[in-house]
């Protein structure tokens, strides 16, 4: 309970000089008054004096007393305060301990605990006011480490397991001694954390940093004013529909534009070009149980319904098939599906983001495309600009790359020299930002110092020189073998690279290699090519 009579406490203003301390002292001792504290900070050329007197057993009013201490030589200013600066600092103290998460107990060189805060009163069950002053064995039976770390002044970390009124509790508890200025053991310091905190910490390590808008790099004003312009969108319940060349992030995009929502659904994105008809269509729509041969026997629920309440991303939906394009339109338009084999209208709860590389209008015109979908999904669309269009975001892109791939492999911290930044910058980037990320992490890669110079930064026409004349000695080496086998596999390979390279879609390099979706993803899937 707060005292309702505190000591009286006053700031005294004085010039600075030799005995002021002298003078306050002996007009304190002349009318009978005893200091509970003094402290004085000098301010340039005035010294500031604060004082408490008890006012226990005091002879003068209170209110007198400014009026008494004007009469010191040379004072300037009399101040009635409530708080000494002593006391201001240790409450910030006190509310900076108690506002960290971990629990923070001192003692001194006698075992006797000097400071406790509110975490770590709650995990070991204690009161403050109960310990404070008091010696560790006395306080807490249940040791937290730190009488051994003051008897072998050494530092101790355990993990303790105690039963309190709440039940038991785990924790880690680390001491460690404390010194002086002067090297004296003056006693220890011991940091408590909670078993079931650190497990919470260890959970959300684990899950994906969210993409914000904040997330996407980019300064020119043209970046700027899209992102205000998703942003603004965002909260809309219309089909947002992102256009853009590849490798220009649209995906980066509908992941911030998902968060931005708010909504506590997850993100599905579903690639639209990766998958033949009859596969994509059972993992947009589910199936019900024996609806085909291979189906499992409970049915499986299709993407539409796993984005319940949150975000489902249809990218590349200009190479989704006209047959399944009228289904999903009728999904858009009335909210609800059927699975594959089902009767069962299911309702559809999910915001809607589509995203392409085509120019929509002139698939309409060509018959490729659904006008009737191109309308539905063209509600909210915005175009995100090559990088070419926004060359000043080169540097932060790359920057920010190097960093990246320095972290992941926890690399020495490498830099980007002029000469290499200047061949960054004159570079046309046909293959946009994702070109840029493979530029700069086979730049960390193959540099011979943190400094990357301009010959370690290598654009694909120089690299498919490169890997050409490193083929070749492949081809014909013994490790690579020489049967014909072995040859065409080989080269079959390199034809079905390079057909991606120049196309937009895998059901485009299937047509153009006269061979069937199918087959192709199946040759992909043998030459491990499924991360190029």
């Known amino acids: 309970m707060r005292n309702k009579n505190p000591n009286p406490k006053f700031q005294f203003l004085f010039p600075d000089r030799v005995g002021i301390i002298f003078d306050i002292a002996q007009m304190v001792t002349e009318k009978d008054l005893n200091i509970v504290s003094m402290e004085v ?36 200013q009399v101040n009635v305060i409530k708080t000494l600066p002593q006391e201001k600092r240790e409450q910030r103290f006190r509310v900076l301990i108690d506002g960290v998460s971990d629990g923070i107990i001192s003692v001194e060189d006698n075992y006797k605990i000097s400071t406790i805060n509110s975490v770590a009163c709650s995990i070991l069950d204690v009161n403050e006011e109960d310990v404070i002053g008091k010696k560790i ?40 001694p404390i010194t002086d200025s002067t090297g004296n053991f003056v006693g220890a310091v011991a940091i408590l954390k909670n078993l079931n905190e650190i497990k919470d910490i260890a959970e959300a390590v684990k899950k994906p940093i969210p993409v914000t808008f904040d997330s996407i790099a980019g300064k020119s004003d043209v970046m700027e004013t899209l992102k205000s312009f998703a942003i603004k969108i965002a909260k809309s319940d219309n089909i947002i529909s992102i256009r853009g060349l590849s490798g220009t992030g ?66 590349e939906i200009g190479d989704m098939p006209l047959g399944l394009q009228a289904k999903i339109l009728r999904v858009l338009q009335e909210k609800t599906l059927r699975r594959i084999g089902g009767t069962e209208e299911i309702c559809v709860n999910a915001g ?20 009737d979908l ?57 293959g946009n ?28 026409h120089e690299m498919n020189g490169l890997a050409g004349s490193i083929k070749t000695e492949k081809m014909f080496s013994k ?53 190029n």
Not at 481 to 505: F, H, P, W
């Open 479 to 531: 490790n690579t073998g020489n049967s014909l086998k072995e040859r065409l596999s080989e080269y079959e390979k390199d034809i079905i690279v390079k057909t991606m390279k120049k196309n937009s879609s895998i059901r485009q390099s299937a047509k153009y290699l006269g061979i069937s979706h199918t087959t192709l993803l199946n040759k992909i899937k043998k030459h491990d090519l499924t991360g």
């Open 137 to 176: 064995e006395d306080a807490i039976p249940n040791d937290c480490v730190l009488k051994e770390s003051l008897e072998k002044k050494i530092p101790v970390t355990r993990r303790r397991s105690i039963v309190t009124s709440r039940g038991r509790i785990e924790f880690f508890a680390s001491s460690k």
């Open 374 to 430: 191109y309308y539905r999904i063209n509600v909210l669309p915005f175009h995100i600009p090559p990088l070419r269009e926004r060359m000043e975001d080169t540097p932060l892109l790359a920057d920010l790359f190097l960093f990246n791939i320095n972290s992941k492999f926890i690399k020495k911290s490498q830099a980007l020299s002029p000469g290499a930044m200047e061949k960054l910058k004159k570079h046309s980037w046909p």
């Open 250 to 315: 649209k995906e980066l995009f509908a992941r911030a534009i998902h968060f931005e929502k708010g909504d506590n659904g997850p993100f599905v994105p579903v690639n639209c070009a990766a998958m033949p008809e009859p596969l994509l269509e059972s993992e947009l729509f589910g199936y019900v149980a024996g609806a085909f041969t291979g189906a499992k026997k409970k049915g499986k629920p299709g993407l539409f319904e796993v984005a319940e309440n949150g975000t489902i991303f249809l990218d």
């Open 41 to 76: 900070i000098q301010n340039k050329k005035i010294a500031e004096v604060y004082i408490e007197i008890d006012q226990k057993n005091m002879l003068i009013d209170r209110t007198d007393m400014p009026d008494i201490f004007k009469k010191l030589p040379g004072i300037l």
């Open 352 to 371: 809607i983001i589509t995203a392409t590389n085509k120019k929509l209008e002139e698939m309409v015109q060509e018959k490729t495309f659904r006008e």
């Open 433 to 460: 930002v994702r070109e840029l990320k493979n530029v700069i992490e086979r730049a960390s890669i193959i540099a011979d110092s943190d400094l990357i110079g301009s010959e370690s930064i290598l654009f694909s």
